[in-house]
């Protein structure tokens, strides 16, 4: 193939890839206005611990255990159909805000509506998968972003940087006995 036909192929592809990008970026965008759709994107953590399952869930529905090394909770336990505060450090005069609990399946799986940094409610998922060896793989997810595309993609990414520090701190308690702050105002 000459060169002149190299490069009205290239040509040809870039133009249906950037006809196909913006026919997507139209679809996701009609699919968000019509129904608050996030287009399927989710921010996901996912990690290996070296524990049971019951160990991992008890790490993040104890309230003692989750204030070690993520938010600091004062609630007695998550109930489904209630809702706690979770707390950015430990003073009496901590900034708080409101989680849903939606659903608790010990020692599998755990679901929350909490609202974004927008007001957006957002729905997070921990699973606790045992595995062959007695370890526990632990996944987070959080789904349900409002806005533009490029602000849903950089939310699920700014939501996967964080949740990915949350289960290394989690991974570190639980295998070490190893507290790390993650939350920089959490004491």
Do not use: Y
């Amino acid at each position: 193939m000459g060169s002149m036909n190299r490069r009205a192929l290239l040509r040809a592809v870039f133009v249906c890839s950037a006809a196909l990008l913006a026919a997507v970026d139209g679809v996701m965008g009609q699919q968000q206005r019509e129904t608050g759709d996030d287009g399927g994107l989710a921010a996901t953590a996912r990690i290996l611990v070296r524990s049971d399952p019951t160990s991992v869930f008890a790490a993040f529905t104890d309230a003692g255990r989750m204030s070690q090394f993520w938010f600091t909770r004062r609630d007695s336990g998550l109930v489904p159909g209630e809702s706690v505060r979770w707390f950015l450090g430990s003073g009496a005069d901590a900034a708080s805000f409101k989680v849903d609990v939606i659903e608790v399946v010990a020692p599998e799986r755990i679901v929350i509506d909490w609202a974004d940094f927008d007001g957006t409610r957002t729905r997070v998922t921990w699973t606790m998968e045992g595995t062959a060896d007695g370890d526990t793989l632990l996944t987070v997810t959080e789904t349900g972003f409002a806005g533009t595309r490029d602000e849903i993609v950089a939310k699920a990414l700014n939501s996967t940087g964080g949740f990915n520090q949350v289960i290394l701190a989690a991974k570190a308690l639980i295998e070490h006995g190893v507290s790390i702050n993650v939350v920089a105002d959490h004491p």
